[in-house]
């Protein structure tokens, strides 16, 4: 079980990572397909891949934007 307020386990390393918080509603997989992966159970989301090009981290931010549970994170690290 993810624990709150811990970067989940499945979060690729890297800038961007989702905490236990995730109440799995899915938002910020629909607003950065690319990035958002699903837990087996489908009841949290994780980061799969840090983005790569711009378009992608705004996704990411637009995601985090939307994120009911405010539990989208960046290390804080300018890219
Ligand atoms: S938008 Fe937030 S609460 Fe909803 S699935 Fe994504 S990370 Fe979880």
């Known amino acids: 079980m993810p624990t709150a307020g811990q970067r ?4 690729v390393p890297g800038k961007y ?13 629909s607003y950065a397909l690319q990035n958002f992966m699903y837990s087996n159970d489908s009841s949290y989301y994780y980061i799969i891949e840090q ?7 705004e996704d990411i931010r637009k995601a985090m934007g939307v994120c009911p549970m405010n539990c989208i994170k960046d290390d804080g690290v300018l890219a």
Do not use: Q, S
């Open 8 to 11: 989940l386990e499945e979060n």
């Open 17 to 29: 990572y989702v905490t236990g918080e995730c109440n799995g509603c899915g938002l910020c997989f």
């Open 51 to 57: 983005p790569t090009d711009p378009r992608e981290e």
